[in-house]
């Protein structure tokens, strides 16, 4: 891999990061109560179900490649992991620890304020804490650390050029179709794996394998005016939040956001 990489090189690192992270927390402002046909609503869900659905996309994508970049063994893989322990599932493990230990407090010191009394129960420290139930956007770095622990089997598919596009392709048509591993933890279900994401993830991957594919992404985003890329990342962003918002009809509502995404990716290599 090539230290000065025409797509993610230093600068992309630096400022594509900090816009999705902008993106994400605009997606948690997300406010808008009731009747989705007024003119407000269709504002704010332009920007939170639409444009910035492509924040969390480009993270998995950017941790694909992060992990990969420069790391051909499986004794680089371990280390890898091990670093990732630190970085990822202690603050995980901590922040979903703290907010169970505040609902359980809350629930003991005044019992009756929540819609259920938060017990001290195995199962029930399982699904606070590992299963994240009183911290929902924790799903990220949970989705996270699944995937990091398959990173030995993925380092061993990398290794063939024809088996990676494969998985690509059958991840990308599974995600089309909203497919994921969920589990039930006494009545409280829990993705375990989301496709979808695994393959942004795994384009991460591949793009530290395939440098000719970086090429063709690096001379398409030259080639587009940018007025063209910012009218695609918009009609891309307006489908999606229409198909969120259920007023277009759609097997996944979510079926747009790789348009988003890949507009997107595409804008920010032009800038």
Same mark, same amino acid.
């Given at each position: 891999?090539?230290?000065?990489n025409?797509?993610?090189?230093?600068?992309?690192l630096?400022?594509?990061?900090? #816009?999705?992270?902008?993106?994400?927390?605009?997606?948690?402002?997300?406010?808008?109560?009731?009747?989705?046909h007024?003119i407000?609503?269709?504002?704010?869900?332009?920007?939170?179900?639409?444009?910035?659905?492509? =924040?969390?996309?480009?993270?998995?994508?950017l941790?694909?490649? &992060?992990?990969f970049?420069?790391?051909?063994?499986?004794s680089?893989?371990?280390?890898?992991q @091990?670093? @990732?322990?630190?970085?990822?599932?202690?603050?995980?493990?901590?922040?979903?620890?703290?907010? %169970?230990v505040?609902? =359980?407090a809350?629930?003991?010191v005044?019992?009756?304020?929540?819609?259920?009394?938060?017990?001290?129960s195995?199962?029930?420290?399982?699904?606070?804490?590992?299963?994240?139930e009183?911290s929902f956007?924790?799903? %990220?770095?949970?989705?996270?650390?699944?995937?990091?622990?398959?990173?030995?089997?993925?380092?061993?598919i990398?290794?063939?050029?024809?088996?990676?596009?494969a998985?690509?392709?059958?991840?990308?048509?599974?995600?089309?179709?909203?497919?994921?591993?969920?589990?039930?933890?006494?009545? %409280?279900?829990?993705?375990?794996?989301?496709?979808?994401?695994?393959? %942004?993830y795994?384009?991460?991957?591949?793009l530290? @394998?395939?440098p000719?594919?970086?090429? #063709?992404l690096v001379?398409?985003?030259?080639?587009?005016?940018?007025?063209v &890329?910012?009218? =695609?990342f918009?009609?891309?962003?307006?489908?999606e939040?229409?198909?969120?918002?259920e007023?277009?009809?759609?097997?996944?509502? @979510? #079926?747009a956001?790789?348009l988003?995404?890949?507009?997107?990716?595409?804008?920010?290599?032009?800038?």
């Open positions: 891999m090539k230290k000065n025409p797509l993610l090189n230093g600068n992309f630096n400022i594509v990061p900090l #816009i999705c992270s902008l993106m994400v927390v605009m997606i948690h402002q997300h406010l808008v109560s009731g009747d989705v007024t407000s609503s269709r504002i704010i869900s332009f920007f939170t179900h639409g444009l910035c659905t492509a =924040a969390v996309p480009t993270f998995f994508l941790s694909g490649y &992060l992990f970049r420069n790391t051909d063994t499986l680089a893989v371990f280390q890898k @091990r670093k @990732r322990v630190k970085s990822v599932l202690m603050p995980f493990l901590a922040w979903s620890a703290f907010y %169970y505040l609902y =359980a809350v629930s003991i005044i019992p009756g304020f929540l819609e259920s009394n938060v017990s001290l195995p199962l029930r420290i399982l699904k606070g804490i590992i299963f994240y009183f956007p924790l799903w %990220y770095m949970f989705q996270l650390c699944v995937f990091v622990l398959l990173t030995p089997v993925l380092l061993l990398l290794k063939n050029k024809i088996a990676g596009i998985v690509l392709t059958i991840a990308t048509v599974f995600g089309f179709m909203g497919t994921e591993l969920s589990v039930d933890v006494g009545g %409280y279900q829990r993705s375990l794996f989301q496709v979808n994401f695994f393959a %942004y795994w384009l991460g991957c591949l530290t @394998r395939l000719d594919v970086q090429d #063709i001379k398409l985003a030259k080639r587009l005016p940018s007025l &890329l910012v009218i =695609a918009v009609g891309a962003g307006i489908l939040s229409l198909l969120f918002d007023l277009l009809p759609s097997f996944n509502s @979510r #079926i956001v790789p988003v995404f890949f507009s997107f990716l595409l804008l920010m290599v032009k800038l």
